[in-house]
C-alpha cells in the first residue's frame, strides 16, 4: 500500500511541471502591434488581459531602453495604475520623454490633458502646440480636437487653413468619425475668406 501511494505522489509530481509547462507565455508586443494597441486606445486593457506577465519588460524598454511607444505604455500604466502601484509623477514624465521622441500618439494624450486637466492643470497653450505637432503628423484625434479648439475661439486665425486642411484631406471609414470633420469643417470655413478655403481644399502633393 505504502508503495502503490508513492507511485500516485511520483506520478502527480511528474504531472505538475508538465501542466505548469501547458501555461501561455505572453510574447512582447513588437512596436507596430503596440502602436496599434495605443491608437486604438486598447494598450491597458491588453496588458491587464495578458495578467501582468510583461510589467518588467515594459518597464526596461521604457526606463533603460527609452523607446518612446514603451515609454508612453508604462507611463499610462503607472498614471492609471494598471499592473503596477500609481505613480502619477512619474508616469507624465514618461509620457513626456515619449512625446519629446515624436511620438504622435504621445504628443496628442499630452495635448489631450492639457485641454481637459487631468493629472495637471488646463492650459489651452500648452494643448494647441502638442495637438498640433500630433496633428502635423497626421494623428487623427489631434487633428480633430486641435480644429474643435480653433472653433471654440481658442489659437490664431492664421492656423485655420491648416486645420482646414488636416481635415479636408482626412480619410476616415467611420461615420461618426466624417460627421464630425464634416461639421468642423463648415465651422471653420465661416471663420475664413472663400479664396483661403479653396486654397485648403487643393490636393496635398
Not at 104 to 124: S, T
Not at 140 to 153: E, K, M, P, T
Amino acid at each position: 500500500m505504502i508503495k502503490t501511494a508513492i507511485l500516485c505522489l511520483t506520478a502527480i509530481l511528474l504531472i505538475i511541471p508538465a501542466a505548469a509547462q501547458q501555461v501561455d507565455v505572453v510574447q512582447l508586443y513588437s512596436q507596430d502591434q503596440l502602436l496599434e494597441l495605443i491608437k486604438t486606445n486598447s494598450h491597458l486593457a491588453k496588458v491587464k488581459a495578458d495578467d501582468c506577465q510583461l510589467v518588467e519588460d515594459i518597464e526596461a524598454r521604457a526606463d533603460i531602453m527609452s523607446l518612446p511607444a514603451y515609454q508612453f505604455l508604462y507611463g499610462d500604466m503607472l498614471a492609471y495604475a494598471v499592473c503596477v502601484p500609481r505613480n502619477v509623477e512619474r508616469g507624465w514624465d514618461l509620457m513626456l520623454q515619449a512625446a519629446a521622441q515624436g511620438l504622435p500618439e504621445a504628443l496628442e494624450q499630452v495635448g489631450r490633458y492639457y485641454h481637459i486637466g487631468r493629472f495637471v492643470q488646463v492650459d489651452i497653450d500648452q494643448a494647441l502646440v502638442y495637438l498640433h505637432e500630433a496633428a502635423a503628423m497626421g494623428n487623427l484625434n489631434a487633428r480633430l480636437r486641435y480644429g474643435q479648439l480653433l472653433v471654440d475661439g481658442y489659437g490664431s486665425p492664421v492656423d485655420y487653413e491648416q486645420s482646414y486642411r488636416w481635415l479636408h484631406h482626412t480619410i476616415s471609414a467611420d461615420k461618426a468619425t466624417h460627421a464630425r470633420i464634416q461639421k468642423l469643417l463648415q465651422q471653420l470655413a465661416k471663420k475664413m475668406p472663400e479664396r483661403v478655403i479653396a486654397s485648403a481644399r487643393r490636393s496635398i502633393k
